[in-house]
């Protein structure tokens, strides 16, 4: 009969082997998903780095390429064009986000109520999130169009001058901010429905026991359970914002004046217009390092205020 001092060490070796094969189901199950994102994100990321640092030409005869430092790092921050966009997407983002939330609040706290319609209101809601970008934003570009467009021929119904939308400045800005608007609002208005769903009645009803008023339950008790939904909305939309193409490209094409240009549309029209591969994929690289920092500021603020006692 075996002794303990013997049951013991085989008991420990059954559960060392069983853990080492637990570990290795693990790596197996999981290896496929980190090749794949090794060649499609990491490889990508690693060679646009490498060819920001570096001098080539893709002509024929060509002399090979040759590593240059941060030339192209510098040659990119000095120019006008690379400060316009990044400064134009900024202000973008910045106004949208505001804009977004200020707007999807309200609509959020209305449908959250428990009235008649409200289910068919959050599905109608919904609709923009099924729909293409660039389908809607060619939709809202007849819209906005100056010989036939629905938006001017009922200005001019009314007696309204009606404004050439794509000519003035902040006329072009307002339409790429509207098209984005109708297709984020679905987004960020489910989220806050979502973090409202999880906000306790009874803390509302207590609060108004104590004579709390509307304004006060709001700022005192509803918005502080609801920064876990708007970190969720800021973030990603944060990353959506920044990386806006499709708007720009169908709208405004950056125009006038690349008054509209944002990061993206600089991006396409550095490598692919001016075939300047250097120079695109160094200004790739600042601009991720910026998104990168603003998702991470905004993380770590509403983060922290979220878990002070």
Known sequence: MATTSEIVPRVRRGASVTLRRKRLTGIALTAPAMIAIAITVLYPLLWT?????????????????????FDNYARVLTSPGFVAALTQTVGYVVTTLIVELIVAMPIALLLNRATRGSRVLRLIIA???MIAPIVASLA??????????????????VGIDPPSWFASVWLARGTVLVTNMWLALPFVILVLLAGLSNVPA????????DGANAWQRFTRVTLPLLKPAILIVLVIRLADAFRVFDSVYVL?????????DVMSSYLYRLMFSNTDFAGSSAATVLFVLVVGVCAGAIFFI???????P
């Open 302 to 308: 509403l983060r922290d205020r979220t878990d002070k």
């Open 49 to 69: 780095i490498s060819l920001s640092f570096q001098k080539f030409d893709l002509a024929v005869g060509a002399p090979a390429a040759s590593f240059v430092g």
């Open 202 to 209: 009874e803390l509302n009803e207590a609060a108004k026991t």
């Open 127 to 129: 609709i923009p999130i």
């Open 140 to 157: 809202f570009k007849f819209l906005f169009s100056n010989g036939y467009g629905f938006i001017n021929a009922a200005l001019s119904a």
């Open 252 to 260: 405004t094409g950056g125009g006038p004046a690349n008054s509209t």
